[in-house]
Every structure is written in structure tokens, then in C-alpha cells.
């Protein structure tokens, strides 16, 4: 009798409460690990092969540990009038991005990328989401900010809660790759790897 062999057991290589309750969504067993990578943007990089690059890094940065594992990585960037948006790390900076981007469209780039560590054999996608945000006062920005401290958030907001009420309308694919982890390619990516999410 031929056995079937079963997929890798996956891991998800970041130590985002965010990105965790996204994945847990799709119902599958996983680790997670948050990988050691240099998040450095390189000179001139755009802010898609930065989001890209960094998705990888942090899959591939796993691999020594899980060595016959499905490991994903992801990574966001925001980016507004050709200027890339980090997370703001408190309430000054947080107040100050969400000033930069009021009554502006924002792009956020998020990488996707599934290293089978086993065959040493990966898979990238890229969504992109343009946020509109809304014009918006100083009081407003700073009353946002001070309910919802999202310090930890590129762009200075959370999509997930009440930060919906800084935009005017979102254009994209996924509402699930603004929170930082875009399901729908992911379970594309995972199905060559034999895990069937359904």
C-alpha cells in the first residue's frame, strides 16, 4: 500500500498577534517564530521589492530551525508621495503619519512568501491596497490616536477596528492584507505544497 506523504507542518515566521489571528483563521495547526532579519530599506529600493525581499528574508531566516517545514513569511510597506511609512512607535509619530496621509490615497505593499524548507523550493505573491484616507482634522487624528494607540502599525492606524473610520474608500483585493497577511493568495500558495485549506 503507497503512502500518501503528508505536508509539511507549517510555521509562521513573525511574532505579530495580528498576523497570528490571521492565519488561525484558515483553521490549520501552525508555529509561530519570529525570525532575526535586518529590516533595512537598501538604497533606492522600492517599496514593492522591499516588501517582497523582506517576506522572503524572514521565511528563508527560519529554515535552520524548521528544516522540513512550510514557513511564511510577510511583510508590509506603506507608502505615500514616493515616501515609505514605517511603524510610527508612539503617539508623536502615529499622529504625525496619520497628518501626512489625511485626504490622500496610500499604498501598501505586502509580501507573501512560502519556503518549503525541505526542497528548499519558494513561492512569492504581492497584494497591493490603496487606501484613501478621509481629510481630517489635528483633533481628530489626535483623538484616533489616543483611543486606539496603534503604535505598532505601519501607517498609524488599525484597519481591523476603528481606524476604518480615517478612510473614504479601500481598493484592493483582500481587506485581510491591510492587518498584514493576505489569506487569499496564501491559501493559493500553500495548495502546491499539498495543504488544502478546504
Do not use: W
Not at 524548521?66 to 515609505?84: E, M
Not at 483633533?139 to 481591523?160: H, L, N, T, W
Amino acid at each position: 500500500m503507497t503512502q500518501i506523504p503528508h505536508p509539511p507542518s507549517l510555521v509562521l515566521a513573525s511574532g505579530s498577534t495580528y498576523r497570528r489571528q490571521l492565519l488561525s483563521k484558515l483553521g490549520l495547526a501552525f508555529e509561530c517564530a519570529a525570525p532575526d532579519v535586518d529590516e533595512s530599506r537598501r538604497p533606492g529600493e522600492a517599496a514593492m521589492a522591499l516588501a517582497g525581499r523582506l517576506a522572503e528574508s524572514k521565511a528563508r531566516a527560519l529554515a535552520e530551525v524548521f528544516p522540513a517545514h512550510l514557513i511564511i513569511g510577510s511583510d508590509q510597506v506603506a507608502c505615500v508621495d514616493g515616501r515609505l511609512l514605517g511603524k510610527p512607535g508612539g503617539r508623536a509619530g502615529a499622529i504625525q503619519q496619520l497628518q501626512l496621509v489625511q485626504g490622500k490615497p496610500v499604498r501598501f505593499y505586502t509580501g507573501l512568501y512560502v519556503f518549503n524548507s525541505r526542497e528548499q523550493r519558494g513561492l512569492a505573491e504581492m497584494d497591493v491596497t490603496t487606501v484613501h484616507f478621509r481629510p481630517l482634522s489635528t483633533q481628530q487624528i489626535e483623538a484616533y490616536v489616543d483611543r486606539e494607540q496603534p503604535y505598532d502599525c505601519a501607517g498609524g492606524f488599525k484597519s481591523e477596528s476603528l481606524g476604518i473610520a480615517l478612510f473614504d474608500r479601500i481598493e484592493g483585493e483582500d481587506p485581510n492584507a491591510l492587518v498584514g497577511l493576505p489569506l487569499i493568495r496564501l491559501v493559493r500558495l500553500l495548495e502546491p505544497f499539498g495543504v488544502e485549506v478546504l
